[in-house]
């Protein structure tokens, strides 16, 4: 998975409670994206990173946020989870250009109760 | 509306058979389109990259066809294996940032 590890990787909620979800990279990529995959639906983007403390939203942001304090850490928070969330999520990175190959981390599953 | 459309959904062939699977989108421009192969459980992982000039590309078993004026692929898998049942996705990246994923096509490889 190309140096990228994601932490937890299987999670049961509860509705309102807070979750974080961690990214981790060993390749020193510039970009780092959070997905979430749900049955039926292609891949979609919930929030990307073009560099340190440097983010901005994708399609489906709302309800998420996201930090980035280092190059190789991207954080995803639910504020205050719903089951709408409940999903399968993946980090992915790139190099130096949004056109290069997005490698994907294993993923986590996240169970909303 | 999903701007990549797959098909079929999902499809069972017998080992050492051939399959196209197809991919119809909408994006316009863009700069390339991918076929990703994700095994359950896991994340994708990149088979095959054609950017608008390139009409085919070759990954072993694998082959990727691209017509830009019809707005179509395809991706042929040649004398399917076992460790071949897998989705597929169809992922065509935009002038930047963006990326847009079909719904991925499901190949169970019987023996």
């Known amino acids: 998975d190309a140096g990228i590890t994601q932490s937890p990787r299987h999670k049961v909620t509860e509705t309102g409670t807070p979750v974080t979800l961690r990214c981790h990279q060993t390749?020193?990529?510039?970009?780092m994206y959070w997905y979430r995959q749900d049955p039926g639906h292609g891949l979609r983007l919930i929030h990307y990173?073009?560099?340190?403390?440097?983010?901005d939203k994708g399609e489906v942001s709302d309800g998420y946020s996201v930090s980035r304090s280092k190059t190789e850490d991207f954080l995803l928070t639910l504020e205050s989870a719903t089951s709408s969330q409940t999903s399968v999520y993946f980090c992915?990175?790139?190099?130096?250009?949004?056109?290069?190959?997005?490698?994907f981390g294993p993923g986590t599953r996240l169970t909303v109760l | 509306k999903n701007q990549v459309e797959q098909s079929p959904q999902s499809l069972i062939i017998l080992e050492g058979k051939n399959c196209t699977l197809q991919?119809?989108?909408?994006?316009?421009?863009?700069?390339?389109l991918r076929w990703y192969k994700q095994d359950t459980g896991r994340g994708p992982v990149s088979l095959t990259i054609?950017?608008?000039?390139?009409n085919t590309k070759s990954n072993g078993r694998y082959t990727a066809t691209l017509d830009a004026d019809t707005k179509q692929s395809s991706l042929h898998i040649t004398a399917s294996q076992l460790s071949d049942s897998a989705s597929y996705i169809c992922?065509?990246?935009?002038?930047?940032?963006?990326?847009?994923f079909g719904a991925g096509t499901t190949v169970t490889v019987r023996a």
């Open positions: 992915a990175i790139s190099g130096n250009s949004y056109t290069d190959t997005q490698y």
């Open positions: 390749e020193n990529h510039r970009y």
């Open positions: 990173s073009y560099g340190v403390k440097d983010t």
């Open positions: 991919c119809n989108y909408t994006v316009s421009p863009f700069s390339n």
């Open positions: 054609m950017t608008f000039s390139e």
């Open positions: 992922v065509v990246n935009h002038n930047d940032y963006k990326l847009s």
